[in-house]
């Protein structure tokens, strides 16, 4: 099964910067999706964007956009003017072709007012 | 119903132990996933039904733990003779099919093996 890794346990950012949080996944496959997901201590999951690997151009939604490297297997996630609402759990995702998903381990994010 | 249900939403149980775990996902939605998350950890893959097959049970973490749904809808994950590291939280999601489309998560049942 696809592998996804999250290097960074922890991140913490000065509020109005921007952040870039990082994720690197492992496969054979040439089509998937790639998700980052957000969860607050609430626990509930919010997508935040996702990319389809035949989509050479980087998904953006509103503040949050992403470096999609294909051949190097490599899909960060950049948070720009940073707000204290951002403060929460991030996850990357993986999903194949046959709909199974992955999860990284998560990167946990601070706000700093 | 409007989204994933999960029940019970916390569950105490004795070490030794069997314990029935139910997702109700999203009507229609043909995808359901089972994570599991230690506390503030990240989402341990259990376990995906297309439909009521399961084409990947590798991540059950041992022979104690299985799943089934039927009808396409309704999901159980069933945990025998609980031990204290089975406690964690038990995430249901579902989604329509297609891979594009995003998850549905329910709220989570949280596992207590004392």
């Known amino acids: 099964a696809q592998t996804v890794t999250q290097s960074q346990p922890e991140m913490s950012v000065q509020e109005a910067e921007t952040v870039t949080l990082s994720c690197t996944y492992d496969t054979s496959e040439s089509d998937y999706y790639l998700f980052w997901y957000k969860q607050p201590p609430s626990r509930q999951m919010i997508l935040v964007i996702r990319q389809e690997a035949y989509k050479q151009q980087n998904a953006t939604e509103n503040r949050f956009s992403v470096n999609f490297q294909k051949a190097a297997k490599s899909f960060s996630l950049k948070i720009s003017d940073s707000q204290l609402g951002d403060a929460a759990m991030y996850f990357c995702a993986y999903r194949s072709y046959n709909n199974d998903m992955r999860f990284g381990a998560g990167t946990r994010l601070t706000v700093k007012p | 119903g409007a989204g994933v249900s999960q029940s019970p939403s916390n569950k105490v149980t004795e070490k030794g132990k069997d314990v029935e775990l139910r997702c109700d996902p999203i009507?229609?939605?043909?995808?359901l996933y089972w994570y599991r998350q230690s506390l503030g950890q990240g989402l341990e893959f259990l376990i995906y039904?297309?439909?009521?097959?399961?084409?990947?049970k590798s991540g059950l973490p041992s022979d104690r733990f299985s799943a089934e749904r039927t009808g396409g809808s309704v999901s159980t994950l069933t945990i025998q003779r609980t031990q204290q590291e089975d406690s964690a939280v038990y995430l249901c999601a579902s989604s329509l099919g297609y891979r594009d489309e995003k998850l549905f998560f329910g709220s989570g049942t949280q596992l207590s093996v004392l």
């Open positions: 039904f297309q439909g009521n097959s399961a084409p990947d």
């Open positions: 009507s229609g939605h043909t995808a």
